[in-house]
């Protein structure tokens, strides 16, 4: 049996800072969190950099030391705290999706970077056609991008209501590229388990070789 080589994952690693700026991008979602979590021991300090604004307003006090010494805690503990409040809104984001839907078209976005993931429900006002850009800061420190562009749409009715599903890419939108692998898998070139087993770039170089010329 042919063993199947497993590649080393391109995932993202971001700093306390880009947390930071994440948390500030989506403030009324932060104010969710702290009412949802009310006994987080980060709640007080969420709470003081919500109501500065985030510190827009004061760019040099901006980084994780200043920002730590202002609020009276130290540097590493300030860390921790950041990062546990983001991934405590994502989680809260993904158990109780209504505090995050608003008057909109409720969505769930699956958002992808590489071998980063992030998935998160909202809404949205109009539904975007596939190619089309979309940008979206929250979920830069969890893939590393906050830039992409729509790969899928799907839409589904059931006994619950009308469900919308958006796959969104954050590499660079190439579209002869992507006309070339719906060609290489109709001809079967490459099979769907490649697409999840290997990177975007060695795709790219199956892809050069079957159709070169």
């Known amino acids: 049996m042919t063993r199947v080589k497993i590649r080393e994952k391109i995932l993202h690693v971001p700093s306390t800072k880009e947390i930071f700026y994440c948390l500030s991008s989506m403030p009324h979602w932060v ?8 006994d987080k021991p980060y709640n007080e300090m969420l709470s003081r950099v919500l109501k500065d604004n985030f510190y827009t307003d004061s760019a040099d006090r901006r980084t994780i030391k200043s920002m730590a010494a202002d609020l009276k805690i130290d540097a590493p503990k300030f860390t ?7 991934y405590d809104l994502l989680d809260l984001n993904f158990e109780n999706p209504k505090l995050f839907q608003s008057t909109g078209i409720p969505v769930t976005l699956y958002f992808a970077y590489f071998d980063s993931r992030a998935e998160i429900r ?5 539904v975007p056609r596939e190619y089309e ?10 893939v590393g991008t906050d830039t992409f562009w729509v790969k899928r749409i799907q839409h589904s009715i ?3 209501g ?15 590229r992507e006309i070339l692998l719906e060609k290489a898998l109709f001809h079967k ?16 170089e199956e892809l050069r070789y079957w159709f070169k010329g």
């Open 31 to 38: 104010s969710h969190l702290i009412q949802q979590e009310p």
């Open 80 to 86: 921790k705290w950041i990062s546990s409040a983001y």
């Open 122 to 126: 909202s809404s949205v006002y109009a």
């Open 133 to 142: 850009k979309f940008s979206f800061n929250f979920v830069k420190a969890k």
């Open 158 to 160: 059931d006994a619950e």
């Open 162 to 176: 009308y469900e919308l599903c958006i796959w969104l890419s954050g590499t660079i939108l190439n579209r002869y």
């Open 189 to 204: 070139r490459i099979g769907w388990m490649e697409t999840y087993q290997k990177s975007e770039w060695e795709i790219d």
